[in-house]
Structures are given as structure tokens and as C-alpha cells.
């Protein structure tokens, strides 16, 4: 959006720094501006490009992923509650609380997660020398 205000305080994320694809992603899931420097020159568009395909596009780690999933969703959670309730010895009587609120944890995160890498782009993305300016106003 012309004219539209971008705060020197708003986060900025540069590609060169370690853990900025989570931080980017976080940005996302909380849909706060953020300040995009592709100064490793890893040819990223946010205009064109889902984090997914951002993230395929630098070359991210399997802990890079691990760690964005973390970021993004809550379904890590879910799954332990699922297999701390099958593991516990104590009797049946919470099975059923941990695994539907596991269930919910990694349906909700997981899918929210999901969502966000590959649907998720913001309204408003401006190319300018010191980068891109996302932001969801």
C-alpha cells in the first residue's frame, strides 16, 4: 500500500543471521511488519513465494524446519501428550484427557502451522533498497 508508515522500531530479519527463517515465520503467525534483507542474496520474494517455498529456495536444514515448526505450531506438544498418556502406567482415567487434548494440540497447531508456511502471505509487501516491508494493516 503507497504512503503506508513502516516503523524504524518494527523487527528486521536479515537472511544472513542465524534462525531467521523461524523469526520470519513467527512474524507471520503473529502477522506483525517486519523488515525483509535477502542480504545473503538467497533470491527470496515474499510477493511471490509461501515461507515453504522461501524456505525450500534457501536451502533450510531439516532443524531449520524442526525449529519453525516449533515457532508456528503447538503440535510437538500434542504428540508428547499422546505418547506420555500410552506410555503412563497410572490407570486409564486420564488416557482419555490426554489424548483428546493431545489430538486437539496437534490438529490446531498442525494445521494452523500448515496455514501459515503454505497459504498465509501478507496484504502488503514493499520492495525497497533496504529490503522487503511486510506487513498486515
Known sequence: MPGMKFEETDTTVRTSQ???FP????????RKP??????ADVGIDPKSQSLVSMGIKAG???SDWVAVG????????????VVLAFLDPEPTSKLGL??????????TGGL??????????????????GGFKISWE
Open 18 to 20: 542465524p534462525g531467521w
Open 23 to 30: 523469526l520470519l515465520a513467527q512474524a507471520y503467525r503473529d
Open 34 to 39: 517486519v523488515l525483509l534483507v535477502d542480504d
Open 60 to 62: 533450510l536444514s531439516p
Open 70 to 81: 516449533v515457532a508456528i505450531g503447538v503440535s510437538a506438544a500434542g504428540v508428547m501428550m
Open 98 to 107: 490426554l489424548v483428546g487434548g493431545g489430538a486437539v494440540c496437534v490438529l
Open 112 to 129: 494452523t502451522a500448515v496455514g501459515i508456511l503454505t497459504r498465509r502471505r501478507p496484504p502488503n509487501i514493499e520492495m525497497s533498497a
